[in-house]
């Protein structure tokens, strides 16, 4: 799950149709040397994906708006797209014969209908994909797509899945948790409070993962491109599961300082990201994600063996976020 709060959290959850779309391997599945296309390769999910895949010497070509912002190495050993994925007709020319594609609706705080932009950016990834007949899919969804409405932008993810299942490729969507790297948002209250605010209760414990692990995984797949029709996979951390009031101790605790986690309404987070300059659509969408959490709405996902990822969120906390205090 991803947050647009940068004084709450993070967060990414998903839904979709779950018919299971079988058949034949296309034809042109059997090309070889055929790039992985990533998008958002600057994010922390997608930059992780390209490190992988490069260290593994698949072939990566990524599409991103400024490639000054891309590691020096991912410049010279990557083909560079630069452009919009908003842009149909920019994306259907740079996926041309690509073996796989990772897509991730990136978001934007600043839409003046925050729906809208997962409906145009679901069209775009669609078009590309029937244009050039691209096999395999990695979706990046989120935990709670499952649900069409009632989950904030997480409900508009499910949209995005819809779409992409009316397709002839094979589509994996990755359903996360609650990313650490929400707790990022909270870095200026940390050091200057000692507190994270928030409006989920502190006794809710919610599946938190590292974005690192996320990408572990997407990149593995988009090597091994070992599913067929229309499959969702959730991921949720560590079998450690602490409370949001336990993981704020457990921050404390890796960071070398004390932390409070301070409960604080739900009314006055939209006032909140008005302030940072989130648009109105923005604004008054998101609470309803932080309400969902507060009414302690788990992923329908079962956790398995398969969906636990290693990093816990100590370990996480140390490596990340106590450096930067």
């Known amino acids: 799950m991803d947050s647009p709060n940068r004084h709450l959290h993070n967060i990414d959850i998903g839904n979709n149709s779950q018919d299971d779309v079988t058949g034949t391997v296309p034809q042109w599945k059997e090309k070889k040397h055929m790039a992985i296309v990533v998008t958002t390769p600057t994010g ?17 070509a990524v599409i991103v708006r400024d490639p000054a912002k891309l590691a020096p190495e991912v ?11 908003y842009d149909t007709a920019f994306v259907q020319k740079v996926t041309e014969g690509a073996d796989a594609l990772f897509w991730l609706t990136p978001p934007n705080y600043t839409a003046p209908d925050w729906k809208a932009s997962y409906v145009d950016s679901a069209a775009s990834a669609v078009a590309a994909i029937n244009a050039n007949r691209l096999p395999y899919v990695i979706h990046l ?40 790297e929400n707790y990022l948002s909270n870095l200026d ?4 409070h000692g507190a994270i605010y928030s409006p989920i209760p502190a006794s809710i414990s919610y599946p938190m993962i590292a974005t690192k692990d996320i990408a572990a ?9 070992d599913w067929s029709g229309k499959e969702i ?7 450690e599961q602490p409370t949001f009031g336990e993981a704020a101790t457990i921050i404390g ?11 604080v309404p739900l009314e006055s987070v939209k006032p909140q990201l008005l302030q940072i300059g989130f648009s109105e659509s923005v604004a008054s969408i998101y ?26 969120l100590r370990e996480w906390a140390t490596e990340t976020l106590r450096p930067l205090i």
């Not at 209250?189 to 200057?192: A, C, E, G, R």
């Open 75 to 85: 410049r010279e050993r990557a083909i560079v797209h630069q452009g919009d994925l």
């Open 217 to 225: 995984v997407a990149a593995r797949r988009l090597q091994a491109k």
């Open 44 to 60: 922390h999910i997608g930059r992780k994906i390209v490190e992988y895949l490069l260290d593994q010497n698949a072939e990566v």
């Open 287 to 312: 609470p309803e994600l932080l309400d969902a959490l507060a009414r302690n709405e788990q992923p329908a996902e079962p956790r398995t063996p398969e969906t636990t990822t290693p990093t816990t």
């Open 233 to 239: 996979m959730g991921l949720h951390g560590p079998a």
């Open 141 to 180: 969804s989120s935990a709670g797509a499952d649900r069409s409405s009632g989950f904030g932008p997480v409900s508009f993810l499910h949209l995005v899945e819809n779409a992409l299942n009316e397709t002839d490729a094979h589509v994996l969507h990755l359903r996360p948790t609650y990313f650490y």
């Open 189 to 192: 209250t940390i050091k200057t």
């Open 253 to 263: 605790e890796a960071i070398g300082k004390p932390i409070q986690y301070i409960e």
